[in-house]
């Protein structure tokens, strides 16, 4: 369905819309310059997390399977536009539907067939993988709503669906309940004067020959962190003591930095800070770590030995695949284990299932087989690992007395090295990886290239674990995912031992 246009009307399409509501600088280099964009890895696996959820849909979404799906890789964009209307009149489901008017084009979803009264209707809806209904979805909608009606398509309701965490898989390919809806129709309506001002807006700054002056700030990363972050810093004159160093940056501080336009560390009023972001703040301008040896002395003073350092990885997916799981639920699979005794030996254990069944019952036996029943466990940021531990009592009762005496044994590293340490290098972040190096140099991540963060690590599981992976291939992953989590827990072991050495 195409409306009627000025001969020289740019159209512009609602990812490009969804850009100018981030910021008019982005918009107006995904028109321009788009060569200069840099996704961040992260975007790769929320866009195949995407492209799952929204396959999944169309089997829920198309009981009889009569539905129709414009591929537009196939047709292209006005190929797919001039397609959908004829699959209009054939009242089926169509997916991916290429709807243009009022000066934008959208790809709808999901176009559902409805009647109201005796009228021939349609549902829109938009499919999110997320956990939760956001802002920017209503955004999302409200375009599509005002695309949808510009070009003449009835409307009964205008809807998001997302992912319902409290879906149960019971297996057999079986998914109906995964997707929650909302509906979004008055919400939807009441803004097309909105999307129509959007419109405008984006057709000037599009139009513009020279770039918007805009300052990379808080918008940058809001929704997403924007393609164009590295190019729009060459641009600027380089800022010495970045204010994203700064952590938690939240409230009334967030607001005064986005009001101020603050781009320096040094322009944050120390009235405003929290008593460890003006230590990050002192030790920023001074160029020099802070330490308190004493007291991270005294808090790690008691041990009972052997001294143990545990760490976890854990998957979760949007769409389960195991039985009795939940979307987004989390399913250990890895653990290494560093155990130090009093003596100073130092033994290396661990655990790693790539066999693609539900893991958590041979992890939590595997667990409690390699973990010694006495000493205290080191771990960095113990909420991961105890909830992981009280999830694994929570489903095997007969396993619960000593998950639940291990959990009792857990000591958070971290804590004391946020209390007690702060290093300039560390720039704001307290992970494992910036730590480490600043008390460990010999020490580092980089070294490791296949797998050498968390997120990389479920990738590398979710690759290992499907049918078709080589097993060339999987023995690599199986490799470079016993080095990360060796590496973490040994990370552990020297922070601990630089953290007690007198000095
Ligand atoms: S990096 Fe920031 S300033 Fe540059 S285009 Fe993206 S959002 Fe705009």
């Given at each position: ?6 001969m ?5 399409s609602k990812?490009?819309l969804?850009?100018?509501r981030?910021?008019p600088?982005?918009l107006w280099l995904e028109v321009h310059?788009?060569e ?5 890895p992260s975007?790769?696996a929320r866009?195949?997390v ?8 169309r089997?829920l ?6 539905g ?10 006005e ?16 997916f991916?539907?290429g ?9 709808v979803?999901?176009?559902?067939p409805t009647?109201k009264g005796s009228?021939r209707?349609w549902?829109l809806?938009e ?10 979805h ?16 009835p ?5 998001v669906?997302y ?11 079986d ?9 979004l129709t ?5 803004r ?6 959007w419109?405008a807006e ?9 770039m918007p ?5 808080l918008q ?15 641009l600027?004159a380089?800022?010495e003591f ?7 940056l939240q409230?009334?501080?967030r ?5 101020q ?5 040094r322009?944050?009023p120390?009235p405003?800070?929290s008593?460890q972001?003006l230590?990050?703040k002192?030790q ?7 330490f308190d040896r004493?007291?991270a002395?005294a808090?790690l003073?008691d ?7 545990l ?16 979307p ?6 890895q653990?290494?284990l560093?155990?130090?005794?009093q003596d100073g030996?130092?033994n ?20 409690l087989?390699?973990v ?7 771990v960095w ?5 105890q909830?992981?531990?009280?999830a694994?009592?929570a489903r095997?009762?007969d396993l619960r ?8 044994r857990?000591?958070d590293?971290?804590k004391v ?8 290098a ?5 992970k494992?990886k910036r ?5 460990v ?6 070294a490791?290239?296949?797998v050498?963060?968390?997120h ?7 690759e ?5 992976t ?6 690599e992953?199986d490799?470079?995912?016993r080095a990360y ?6 990370a552990?072991v ?6 007690r050495?007198?000095?």
């Amino acid at each position: 369905m195409t409306g009627v246009y000025p001969m020289q009307m740019r159209i512009l399409s609602k990812s490009k819309l969804m850009a100018l509501r981030q910021c008019p600088r982005r918009l107006w280099l995904e028109v321009h310059q788009r060569e200069l964009r840099r996704d961040p890895p992260s975007s790769e696996a929320r866009f195949a997390v995407g492209d799952l959820v929204g396959e999944l849909a169309r089997s829920l979404y198309d009981p009889d399977e009569n539905g129709q799906f414009v591929d537009i890789d196939v047709l292209g964009v006005e190929g797919g536009i001039e397609h959908t209307a004829a699959l209009l009149d054939k009242r089926v489901p169509v997916f991916e539907a290429g709807l243009q008017g009022g000066g934008a084009r959208a790809f709808v979803d999901v176009l559902r067939p409805t009647r109201k009264g005796s009228a021939r209707t349609w549902d829109l809806i938009e499919v999110k993988s997320s956990a939760s209904l956001k802002g920017s979805h209503r955004d999302d909608v409200a375009i599509q709503s005002y695309v949808a009606r510009s070009a003449g398509l009835p409307l009964s309701a205008v809807k998001v669906a997302y992912v319902d965490t409290s879906f149960v898989y019971k297996g057999h390919d079986d998914y109906q309940g995964l997707l929650r809806e909302v509906d979004l129709t008055q919400d939807a309506e009441s803004r097309q004067r909105e999307v129509a001002d959007w419109i405008a807006e984006g057709q000037a700054v599009a139009d513009l020959p020279e770039m918007p002056v805009t300052q990379t700030g808080l918008q940058c990363r809001t929704p997403h962190r924007c393609g164009f972050l590295d190019y729009c810093r060459t641009l600027e004159a380089p800022v010495e003591f970045p204010v994203q160093w700064m952590p938690r940056l939240q409230g009334s501080l967030r607001e005064h930095v986005r009001s101020q336009g603050i781009r320096d560390l040094r322009d944050l009023p120390d009235p405003l800070l929290s008593p460890q972001q003006l230590r990050v703040k002192t030790q920023t301008l001074s160029g020099l770590a802070y330490f308190d040896r004493a007291g991270a002395q005294a808090e790690l003073a008691d041990v009972c030995w052997p001294a143990l350092f545990l760490d976890f990885e854990a998957v979760q997916l949007a769409v389960p695949i195991w039985v009795g799981a939940r979307p987004y639920q989390m399913f250990p699979f890895q653990f290494s284990l560093h155990t130090l005794t009093q003596d100073g030996s130092l033994n290396h254990a661990e655990y790693l299932d790539l066999s693609g069944e539900e893991p958590a019952r041979r992890f939590a036996e595997a667990l409690l087989a390699l973990v010694p029943m006495e000493g205290t466990v080191f771990v960095w940021n113990a909420s991961f690992e105890q909830s992981q531990i009280r999830a694994l009592a929570a489903r095997f009762a007969d396993l619960r007395g000593p998950l639940q005496s291990l959990e009792a044994r857990l000591f958070d590293l971290l804590k004391v090295v946020e209390t007690r340490y702060y290093h300039p290098a560390q720039k704001g972040s307290w992970k494992l990886k910036r730590v480490l190096p600043t008390l460990v140099p010999d020490l580092d991540h980089a070294a490791l290239t296949e797998v050498n963060d968390g997120h990389m690590a479920v990738l590398a599981y979710t690759e290992a674990v499907q049918p078709d992976t080589p097993a060339e291939r999987r023995a690599e992953l199986d490799r470079a995912l016993r080095a990360y989590c060796a590496m973490d827990t040994e990370a552990l072991v020297r922070i601990w031992q630089a953290l007690r050495n007198p000095g």
